[in-house]
């Protein structure tokens, strides 16, 4: 019975833990290997060892996204799966490329509405980080004062930045 009931929470919060990382994570594989039945079966591959890991882990995200890089190189070496590019090759591309992954999950947060008080604070985010608009074009942009895009970028850096660390991302507030 004791053992049921642990069973049942670890597989709760393993299914919490899926959901929060599936997505950025198949992402992050397909881009690599390019082939979606080899992205699923690495994906799967990692869950698999988390699952069987999770009372040693103590941050899941943190330890997926560590782990994935792994998990496709000992795909590609048990597949010897080539495709015209030596193993080296792809382990050193891999290495070299760690802000691929960063970048899908800082777009995954920028896109995410959850994480901004409003959609005006979205597009306000938007104008000014991603498409380098002044405080005083994104203004003009969205009928609001000069001082009212400061205060709302910085709300919304903030907030995005607090939603990184929570996923195991150290940032630091800009300045």
Excluded at 64 to 72: G, H
Aim: a negative charge; one cysteine or more; hydrophobic letters at 40%.
């Amino acid at each position: 019975m004791v053992t049921a009931l642990l069973f049942n929470s670890k597989e709760h919060e393993f299914r919490k833990i899926y959901a929060e990382h599936y997505a950025c994570l198949i992402g992050v594989i397909s881009q690599r290997v390019r082939n979606e039945h080899d992205a699923e079966e690495i994906c799967q591959n990692l869950f698999v060892a988390m699952f069987n890991k999770m009372e040693e882990i103590e941050n899941p995200g943190k330890w997926l996204r560590s782990s994935v890089r792994f998990e496709i190189l000992s795909f590609l070496k048990k597949q010897k799966r080539h495709d015209g590019v030596s193993l080296d090759d792809v382990e050193e591309q891999s290495a070299a490329a760690p802000h691929n992954d960063m970048a899908i999950i800082i777009r995954d947060a920028i896109d995410d509405p959850d994480n901004f008080d409003s959609e005006r604070e979205m597009i306000l985010f938007r104008l000014i980080a991603v498409n380098k608009y002044s405080y005083i074009e994104a203004a003009k942009e969205l009928g609001i004062s000069r001082r009212q895009a400061e205060y709302g970028y910085g709300k919304a850096a903030h907030r995005l930045m607090e939603h990184l660390r929570n996923k195991g991302i150290g940032v630091e507030d800009a300045e």
